[in-house]
């Protein structure tokens, strides 16, 4: 199962087994100043939007790179049943890579609230 934590100045994203066959990598380091907005989201499945490279179960998970040919260049990994967060990035600070990243954990409140923390200037750890 893919994890998230974050780290100094940074979320860190590690994706295990099959996940880095569907994402083409095995993690993801994204600046916090690289962060323009976050979101918390009941429903992370339907963020996915596009032309895409990935794993597709129709209502259960998607796991990949959506919009390949246009709009946002989007990280996904979002599974049934299970809240997430939603990440705008400055695609510039992150390598060129992604524009967001929607990822799913059942922490996601409390990961997305310390993102948050971070983007506004308190600091604090999570």
């Known amino acids: 199962m893919a994890t998230m934590r974050i780290s100094g100045d940074a979320v860190a994203f590690e994706f295990t087994g099959?996940?880095?066959l569907w994402l083409g990598r095995r993690a993801l380091t994204v600046p916090l100043?690289?962060?323009?907005?976050?979101?918390?989201v009941e429903r992370p499945l339907r963020l996915a939007a596009g032309a895409r490279r990935g794993?597709?179960?129709t209502g259960i998970a998607k796991i990949g790179v959506w919009?390949?040919?246009?709009?946002?260049?989007?990280?996904v990994?979002?599974?049934r049943g299970m809240p997430g967060l939603h990440l705008r990035l400055d695609r510039s600070t992150v390598d060129g890579a992604f524009d967001e990243v929607v990822f799913a954990t059942p922490?996601?409140?409390?990961?997305?609230?310390?993102?948050q923390r971070h983007i506004t200037g308190a600091g604090d750890r999570a």
């Open 67 to 75: 919009g390949l040919f246009g709009g946002p260049r989007q990280l």
């Open 18 to 20: 099959l996940e880095r």
């Open 55 to 57: 794993l597709v179960v």
């Open 107 to 115: 922490d996601a409140g409390r990961l997305a609230a310390a993102v």
């Open 33 to 40: 100043r690289a962060v323009r907005r976050v979101a918390y």
């Open 77 to 79: 990994y979002a599974r």
